[in-house]
Nanobody, 116 residues
Framework: QVQLVESGGGLVQPGGSLRLSCAAS????????MSWYRQAPGKERELVAV????????TYADSVKGRFTISRDNAKNTVYLRMHSLKPEDTAVYYC?????????WGQGTQVTVSS
């Protein structure tokens, strides 16, 4: 079955950096676009970034453009989210997402906290 496992979250000071990873299994990873979402306390889940199946096309939320970079390694079935210049408002649980055969799959999430 489809499984998505995120890692790499943690506590970081404002202005710091983190790299999130999402290891995928149970489907042909290289055939599908992948996304990162986040959900802050009391807020709706929001789309952060999307990457095409081959990695040639990316899309970002306006709030993270220029600071976050989504990438993927199809040989490792892994998608990454590099986050720089982190702000307190980036604090959220970050989720990996895949849409496979019309069904939507989520990882368990990884907490990112930006605080001094």
């Amino acid at each position: 079955q489809v499984q998505l496992v995120e890692s790499g979250g943690g506590l970081v000071q404002p202005g710091g950096s983190l790299r999130l990873s999402c290891a995928a299994s149970g489907f042909t990873f290289s055939n599908y676009a992948m996304s990162w979402y986040r959900q802050a306390p009391g807020k709706e889940r929001e789309l952060v970034a999307v990457i095409s199946s081959a990695g040639s096309s990316t899309t970002y939320a306006d709030s993270v453009k220029g600071r976050f970079t989504i990438s993927r390694d199809n040989a490792k079935n892994t998608v990454y989210l590099r986050m720089h210049s982190l702000k307190p408002e980036d604090t959220a649980v970050y989720y990996c997402n895949a849409r496979v055969f019309g069904d939507e799959y989520w990882g368990q999430g990884t907490q990112v906290t930006v605080s001094s």
